[in-house]
């Protein structure tokens, strides 16, 4: 079994995306810009 890392902030900005329904709605939520959430998304 391998060992996996999870970055908890890019959990939260994944979940937020899902939970709001679009990276708009999310980046809304956390008032801030698309291209961030994007971004950190990718990442």
């Known amino acids: ?3 996996t890392n ?3 902030k890019l959990l939260m ?3 937020d995306v899902v939970d709001a329904g679009s990276f ?3 980046a ?3 008032d801030t810009d698309v ?3 994007s ?3 990718k990442s």
């Open 39 to 41: 971004r950190q998304i």
């Open 24 to 26: 708009t709605a999310a």
């Open 1 to 3: 079994m391998s060992e």
């Open 13 to 15: 900005v994944f979940v």
């Open 35 to 37: 291209a961030y959430i």
């Open 28 to 30: 809304n939520l956390r």
């Open 6 to 8: 999870l970055d908890l």
